[in-house]
């Protein structure tokens, strides 16, 4: 008699199922093989950042019963290192940073889509006064950058095409807030970063641009994951995605609302903001050939000069289908 009682629940709870709406149905069967939780890292500016103001993936996860748990990072390497650490589910960064990640022992990292390149929205700077005109004139002169950052490689690339190497500077690792003071004091003599950081230097110190990326990178913004959670959730990281394309489009139709809106989080000038809104090209797209290849690109050169342990293969923290 029980286990007829039983038999009777089940259909009963099956034939409600095939009853409900689609997009209730939908839901019913998406939530059954998601997290109760997704943790993005991210930094103050940037795609993530608005989707996080606007609040649209919450929106869109919560009928599936997805909560959204955001970290903040001051740039991409201490992001990378918590994901590898099992303390995100996704970032996003710059170009540089997945590589040191990967060649990072028992790295769990994978490449799960990126922006379209913006070789502007980076630079190498110098004060308002200074005699320095090119990047060939930084031999022996005290150069801030992020270890580890799109912003180092920039750098790295600047020395060669000049001839140089790291060995030719006095290199000054700094995060960018320290960069920025060390340089408005005049402790360094030149600043590798990436905007607003930039933009916020020429509007506010008047600095000069050595070199931006052009011809020298490609400066993708990267989306990442853990190997374990991209394989188990694709189907949510494809959801990320899609809103990270949208919030895209907002920024791309409307940049001055998005410098708007980024200024009263921030605390910068709207004029700042939009400078350095103008100089990236939005756009979340899947990972690509041409993606993989600069990846390998950065990976070989930083191991040629000693700055990763053993050569990687960027394929290898790509998922397969």
Known sequence: MKSTLIKIVVSLGFLALLHLPASAAETAAHSAKLPHEIRIGYQKYGTLFLLKLRGNLEKRLEPLGVSVKWSEFPFGPPMLEALNADKLDYASTGETPPVFAQAAKGSKLVYVGHEHPSPRS????????????SPG??????????????????????????????????PVSLPPADARAAFERGAVDAWAVWDFYRAAAEFQLHAKTLSDGQGLVENYEIYTSRRDFAEQYPELLKIVAE??????????????????????????????????????????????????????????????????????RVEDAVLKH
């Open 122 to 133: 980076e630079a190498i700077l110098v004060p308002e006064n200074s005699a320095i005109t």
């Open 243 to 312: 809103e990270a394309d949208k919030e895209d489009a907002h920024i791309h139709d409307d940049p001055a609302a998005a410098a708007d809106i980024l200024s009263r989080q921030i605390g910068v000038a709207q004029e700042i903001l939009l400078t350095s809104i103008k100089r990236r090209d939005y756009g979340a797209s899947p990972v690509t050939p041409a993606l993989l290849a600069n990846q390998q690109k950065i990976a070989d050169t930083l191991l040629s000069i000693g700055l990763i342990p053993q050569a990687l």
């Open 137 to 170: 004139e930084l031999k022996g002169k005290k150069v801030a950058f992020a270890k580890g950052s799109n912003a180092h490689f920039l750098l790295i690339s600047a020395l060669a095409r000049a001839g140089l190497s790291f060995a030719d500077i006095q």
